[in-house]
């Protein structure tokens, strides 16, 4: 209305789009961004495009990554080499079918946070196969809810999707996979894994087709677990919070999110040398946890033991050196030294 209001709304170019749906119970996911079913993985694409008022439905499989090329397409600009993903706008001129091999490639590495493996995909406009410890195909035509893996049954085609799959990954995918994870500080990755947008500490990028690690299919539960337990130390329900932790750490002691986890609840009911136990334990499972490094360095500060607090300040700082509560922290450590070049 605002646009049609400016007199705008014609020569505009609009896409609306999502970029994730919600599972709402199916495969006994809540939310999203742990399974890559189509609950989660599909969504809306529209476009609205300039002097268009005529609406068609295009029956075809694309992806969200089609939407930079195509709306460079549009307005005459160049797309980046590094860009991924196809020209649409063809569609648009009428010439349907020009996706008919198509293959869309998706992943979930949530998984591997709990020491499982990742979940690699690769998509047909029949077809899902997942990579996963015990390798799942399904017919998306016949079984649009995804609940009759054809892995078995149908070997030739899981192996000519596996072989597809792989090539994906070989590619495109570990080109520019290495070092894409964007680094946030304990407040920020907090709020957002309570809203559920990001899965914390713990992540791990692995394309490798590895069977022996465990399924994520296994460890859906122990993942809802986890995603109550930071909602409710978000909400500052400690008592519900150590009990869920607690759970967590009788079935995997080596989990080092929750040992993380578990030290900011005892640091909340006022117990420093327990929740530095759960810390230390923390780093010997995953070193370059930043959070952990920041969290033990307040100990040690709050204990007069600045040395110690520096060393790990620092080693916060060496694995996201743009951790700003590391920064300010160590610069508060360094005016007390009364080193002011330091703490500048």
Do not use: W
């Amino acid at each position: 209305d605002k646009l049609k209001s400016l007199g705008i709304y014609d020569s505009t170019l609009i896409i609306i789009t999502g970029d994730h749906g919600e599972s709402l119970g199916e495969h006994s996911e809540a939310t999203h961004a742990y399974f890559i079913y189509d609950a989660t993985v599909k969504v809306p694409l529209i476009f609205k495009l300039p002097g268009k008022r005529q609406r068609r439905r295009i029956d075809d499989l694309v992806g969200l990554v089609d939407i930079a090329p195509t709306v460079c397409s549009l307005l005459g600009i160049d797309s980046l080499p590094e860009v991924q993903g196809r020209d649409l706008s063809q569609y648009f001129k009428g010439n349907d079918g020009i996706n008919k091999e198509r293959h869309i490639y998706c992943e979930s590495m949530t998984p591997t946070k709990y020491n499982c493996s990742s979940l690699l995909g690769v998509v047909t406009r029949r077809f899902k196969y997942i990579q996963a410890p015990r390798p799942e195909l399904y017919d998306l035509i016949e079984d649009p809810d995804e609940i009759k893996n054809l892995a078995e049954s149908l070997p030739q085609r899981a192996r000519i999707m596996q072989d597809r799959l792989k090539r994906i990954v070989e590619q495109s995918v570990r080109k520019g996979g290495s070092g894409s994870q964007l680094k946030l500080d304990d407040e920020a990755r907090r709020k957002l894994e309570s809203l559920g947008y990001v899965a914390g500490d713990g992540v791990k990028e692995d394309f490798e087709f590895d069977q022996t690690r465990d399924d994520p299919k296994d460890f859906i539960e122990f993942y809802q677990i986890h995603s109550q337990l930071v909602v409710r130390i978000h909400k500052e329900e400690y008592d519900i919070a150590k009990g869920l932790c607690q759970k967590l750490l009788d079935q995997r002691p080596d989990f080092a999110s929750g040992h993380l986890n578990m030290s900011r609840i005892l640091q909340a009911e006022g117990d420093p040398n327990k929740a530095r136990e759960h810390l230390e334990e923390c780093l010997r499972l995953d070193p370059d946890n930043t959070d952990a490094h920041n969290n033990l360095a307040m100990i040690f500060l709050d204990k007069g033991r600045l040395d110690q607090a520096i060393a790990h300040f620092s080693e916060a700082l060496k694995y996201n050196p743009s951790y700003l509560h590391a920064i300010n922290n160590l610069g508060s450590v360094f005016l007390r030294h009364g080193e002011i070049d330091k703490a500048n």
